[in-house]
């Protein structure tokens, strides 16, 4: 079992930069490959960025958000960066054991990122 509790999630102006974090629990985290989804209100959830023994990114964050994970920590970061208004939404951090695309086991609650414009 694994719990996810996100953070960093706030207001910034179109262009600006925020950092989440997501911090786990658990001895095995780093055995975990990890994920950042985000919903969109009316949307669908998507795929934003995974991390297991390399990176993967949506081609709508690429160049702009980098995921990286200290385990020492037992933490999963996302660095966004030139965020634009339609960044904005809920965004999950989840823990699974296959694929960094995917699927997912767990997931936390959420934090909001707002942009505005």
């Known amino acids: 079992q694994v719990q996810l509790v996100e953070s960093g999630g706030g207001l910034v102006q179109a262009g600006g930069s925020l950092r989440l974090s997501c911090a786990a629990s658990g001895r095995t985290f780093s055995s975990y490959v990890m994920g950042w989804f985000r919903q969109a209100p009316r949307k669908e959830r998507e795929f934003v960025a995974g991390?297991?023994?390399?990176?993967y990114y949506a081609d709508s964050v690429k160049g702009r958000f980098t995921i990286s994970r200290d385990n020492a920590k037992n933490t999963v970061y996302l660095q966004m960066n030139s965020l634009k208004p339609e960044d904005a939404a809920v965004y999950y951090c989840?823990?699974?054991?296959?694929?960094?695309?995917?699927?997912?086991?767990?997931w936390g609650q959420g934090t909001q990122v707002t942009v505005s414009s």
């Open positions: 991390i297991s023994w390399k990176t």
């Open positions: 989840a823990a699974g054991r296959t694929f960094a695309t995917g699927p997912y086991e767990y």
